[in-house]
């Protein structure tokens, strides 16, 4: 569904990836996990292009129209209430006003239609976000940090909404520094340090690989082992 072959790209004079080569399956929640500045954004923004690369390829098969973005910084109008952020994107995709409710429903947020972005806590805002995402039924779905700066109780929330999409036919690729949020969502990760992959696969594979199973699958470890660095 999504492939990445032996991406390189530069800022100026500085490499910020090397070689990232992957692979993401029809209906899989892959997760590309790393510390800040490891290239994650990057890799979305020339997934998605929005970016260009220096050398090698990529490609994804769906038309742009069946995939879904959502961003580390959110978008949206702070002005306008929380419907209207989503009719606006309705508007655009050509998709009846009714699909506005039903994402708003799909993420919790009924009985909050009306409240401007501006009133909401940051919790609301993502999950707002997230349902301007998943509008048109995205068939791939790009989510840069989906829980990051979230409560527990949120990121749960978020979480479940990821397992459904995935149950109703959707490719997840997800970014996160978070390895319980990995291990417990992803079927696959790449592990991402200073632009490299240091490590792919199911996340118990990988962890089995690398001696770090005791009661649950320690991604945390690997990553220390193979690079030297927390992800935090
Ligand atoms: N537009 C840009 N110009 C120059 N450097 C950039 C630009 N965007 C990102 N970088 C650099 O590329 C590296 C990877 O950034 P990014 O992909 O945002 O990492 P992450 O999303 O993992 O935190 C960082 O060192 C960052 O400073
Ligand atoms: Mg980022």
Do not use: W
């Not at 910020?16 to 490891?38: M, N």
């Not at 998709?95 to 009985?111: N, T």
């Amino acid at each position: 569904m999504i492939k990445m072959n032996n991406i390189v790209k530069r800022f100026d004079n500085h490499t910020v990836l090397s070689d990232v080569t992957f692979e993401v399956k029809e209906k899989e929640i892959f997760g590309l996990l790393g510390p800040s500045g490891a290239g994650k954004t990057t890799i979305i923004n020339i997934l998605t292009n929005q970016l260009k690369s220096d050398s090698g390829s990529h490609e994804i098969n769906v038309i742009p129209f069946e995939t879904g973005l959502m961003l580390d910084e959110d978008g949206l109008y702070v002005r306008l209430s929380c419907i209207e952020n989503l009719d606006v994107f309705a508007c655009i995709y050509g998709i009846p006003r009714k699909k506005s409710m039903e994402a708003l429903k799909s993420v919790g947020l009924i009985g909050a239609e009306k409240k401007p972005v501006s009133a909401l806590s940051r919790g609301m805002r993502q999950r707002l976000a997230f349902a301007r995402a998943i509008l048109h039924s995205p068939k791939i779905l790009f989510l840069d940090e989906p829980t990051s700066g979230l409560d527990p109780g949120t990121a749960q929330g978020i979480h479940e909404i990821i397992q459904n999409l995935r149950k109703n036919g959707a490719t997840i690729f997800l970014t996160t520094h978070n390895m319980e949020e990995a291990v417990k969502l992803c079927d696959k990760v790449a592990l991402l340090h200073k632009g490299r992959i240091v490590e792919q696969g199911a996340p118990a594979e990988i962890c089995e690989r690398h001696h770090a199973f005791k009661t649950v699958p320690d991604l945390e470890s690997v990553f220390i082992k193979m690079t030297g660095m927390d992800v935090q």
